[in-house]
């Protein structure tokens, strides 16, 4: 079975600096690989998603994301973070199963 | 509706008591899927959807727990005989298709078991 790993459960960062959030999954096969944020007391929302095409992906807010076949991961970074960007970022797969299957998250602090 | 609405908003049960909570997706999308969120962790995939059939339902943990779906729309989540570590928030989420459409989250049903 699919699974995702997010291997940093929380991130601490100061405003400005850049910052990585890690994702790593387990199938080799053909994914769909997709970043979702949860901001505080609200519902999950779509960052970004890789389906086919270009390694690199863009997404709202300035976040982007690189899909790496070769390692199975598929990395969330931001070059410069806002306070606003407090929240708890989840990275799914959806395999040949269409199963969409969520890590356990990463809650990405941002300092001023 | 323009997106999808999942009701109850809280529900605070009785252990043992049964629950229904319900889920209904944007128009259209043929995939539906249920989590499991518990306070600080992560979503837990419970079941998915494929109009009215059930491809995946390996997530369900254990026999107290069923979900249907009909008309390729609503989907109830049902919840028989609960207990205090069934006090989660469940999450509905639908595409458009299977494949790399996104899914949509609904607010959530916040379940209290006392």
């Known amino acids: 079975a699919q699974s995702v790993t997010q291997l940093d459960s929380q991130v601490p960062v100061f405003e400005e600096a850049p910052v990585e959030l890690r994702c790593n999954y387990s199938?080799?096969?053909?994914?769909?690989l997709f970043w979702y944020v949860q901001y505080p007391n609200q519902g999950l929302q779509l960052l970004l998603k890789y389906l086919s095409g270009s390694t690199l992906v863009k997404g709202i807010n300035g976040f982007e994301a690189e899909f790496n076949k070769s390692q199975t991961s598929f990395h969330l970074r931001k070059p410069s973070v806002h306070i606003s960007d407090t929240a708890e970022y989840f990275c799914a797969v959806k395999d040949s199963s269409y199963t969409l299957i969520f890590g356990s998250g990463t809650r990405l602090l941002v300092r001023p | 509706g323009a997106g999808v609405s999942q009701s109850p908003s809280n529900k605070v049960t009785e252990k043992g008591k049964d629950v229904e909570l319900r889920c209904d997706p944007i128009?259209?999308?043929?995939?539906l899927y249920w989590y499991r969120q518990s306070l600080g962790q992560g979503l837990e995939f419970l079941i998915y959807f494929q109009g009215n059939s059930a491809p995946d339902k390996s997530g369900l943990p254990s026999d107290r727990f069923s979900a249907e779906r009909t008309g390729g729309s609503v989907s109830t989540l049902t919840i028989q005989r609960t207990q205090q570590e069934d006090s989660a928030v469940y999450l509905c989420?639908?595409?458009?298709?299977?494949?790399?459409?996104?899914?949509?989250f609904g607010q959530g049903t916040r379940l209290t078991v006392v």
């Open positions: 199938s080799s096969v053909s994914v769909y």
């Open positions: 128009s259209g999308h043929t995939a």
């Open positions: 989420a639908s595409s458009l298709t299977r494949e790399g459409a996104e899914a949509f």
